[in-house]
Each structure stands twice: as C-alpha cells, then as structure tokens.
C-alpha cells in the first residue's frame, strides 16, 4: 500500500532555522499536507501544497515540494519555543478522499 | 465557533468491556472521519461518513469496532469486547464536505485498556 515516511525527531536551536523532511510513494497524490499535534491539543493544518506546486510560503514556513523524488519538507524559519510540536506529513491520492500520514516528527527547541 | 469537541477525553476500562467514544463535529460539515493514533505511529483511518451516504468501513480494525452518525451530526464509535491492542487515541475529525481539503481535529479520547 501507499507510505509516508518521516524521521521521528529534529532538534534545533532557537532562531536557527528547522527543515522537516518527508517522503512519500503513491505517485498519484494530488494535495500533501503538514499538520501540527502540540501537546494536549487537536492536529491542526498548517499548510498543504498542490501536486502541480513546487513552493508554497506563507510567513515563516515554506514549503518545498520535488514530485520526481516524490520529497517533501516543511521549513520553518527563525524557530521559537512555540514551534515544539509534532510535525505530521500527509498525501491525498486523486481518487480518494483518505489521507496517508507519516508516523510525525517530534521538533525539539533548544536554548 | 466551536471546534470538533470528543468525549470522554481519557477513558481507562477493564479488558472485555466496551466503550463508546463520543464526537461533536463543527456545525455544517457533512465529513466526519475517525482515526486511531498509536504512540510513534501516524494515524490510522478507521471510517469516514459523508452526508447521507453510506458510510466507509474499509479501516475498522476488526468486527469489535462500529460507529454511527445520527442525523449527520453526532458520532459513536463503539468499541466491544476490548483488548489491550485497542489502547490509543482516537481522533474524530470533521470537513465541510468531501472534496473540501483541511480536516478540523479534534483533541482526542485516550483509551487505555488494563
């Protein structure tokens, strides 16, 4: 069946910047998404991205989209403390309505 | 306006019980999807409705598991005989209809079977 892969965790410092990293195989993906699980908290949508996209900013994230590598990364700039949370990557096939999530990745903010 | 509300938000029962896990959709969205998140795992689909249609089944992890949605509002998922394996959250999400793209989650029930 169809994955998304994505490291469990990322450490930075604070103020440097966070590249989170996602990989994924169904080539028919049309949207690709990241949400956002801060502690205690519901999932919440950060961004998503276009399959005919390769960028997409909007403040502080940017996202990059490689459709041949079937790659995509979520980077953060100038991170804060407010940034910790896990970081979820997931795809949209054309023909379904379900999404396929990555297992997460856990952003941990150093002093 | 009010998010998608879950209750109870921790619920600990005995292996064998049942449970039944609650979700408030936001008023107007005609999706609802439930998910299970296991610790270091990504979310697993478990059943989607759509208006009136019949619903999507194909994640129930097994015959134990059933949801309905009464008046396209308010979903039940109902889990019987459970077993340490059903230990998770259970997130309940809802969307204006199907082809609109972002899911609104809500916080989640977590299950712990004993």
């Known amino acids: 069946g169809e994955d998304v892969e994505q490291s469990l965790f990322l450490s930075v410092r604070e103020g440097d910047s966070s590249v989170i990293n996602c990989t994924y195989t169904d080539s028919s993906s049309t949207y690709l998404y990241w949400y956002k699980q801060e502690p205690g908290a519901g999932l919440q949508l950060l961004t998503y991205i276009f399959s005919n996209m390769d960028m997409k900013q909007d403040q502080r994230l940017t996202v990059l989209l490689n459709k041949k590598d079937k790659h995509l990364s979520l980077r953060i700039a100038d991170t804060q403390t407010g940034d910790s949370a896990i970081y979820f990557c997931?795809?949209?096939?054309?023909?379904?309505?379900?999404?396929?999530w990555g297992a997460g990745t856990k952003l941990i903010i150093k002093p | 306006g009010a998010g998608v509300s879950q209750s109870p938000s921790n619920k600990v029962t005995e292996k064998g019980k049942d449970v039944e896990l609650r979700c408030d959709p936001i008023?107007?969205?005609?999706?609802l999807y439930w998910y299970r998140q296991s610790l270091g795992q990504g979310l697993e689909f478990l059943i989607y409705?759509?208006?009136?249609?019949?619903?999507?089944k194909s994640g129930l992890p097994s015959d134990r598991f059933s949801a309905e949605r009464t008046g396209g509002s308010v979903s039940t998922l109902t889990i019987q005989r459970t077993q340490q394996e059903d230990s998770a959250v259970y997130l309940c999400?809802?969307?204006?209809?199907?082809?609109?793209?972002?899911?609104?989650f809500g916080p989640g029930t977590r299950l712990t079977v004993l």
């Open positions: 409705f759509q208006g009136n249609s019949a619903p999507d």
């Open positions: 008023s107007g969205h005609t999706a």
């Open positions: 997931a795809e949209r096939g054309d023909s379904n309505y379900q999404l396929i």
């Open positions: 999400a809802s969307s204006r209809d199907r082809a609109n793209n972002e899911q609104f």
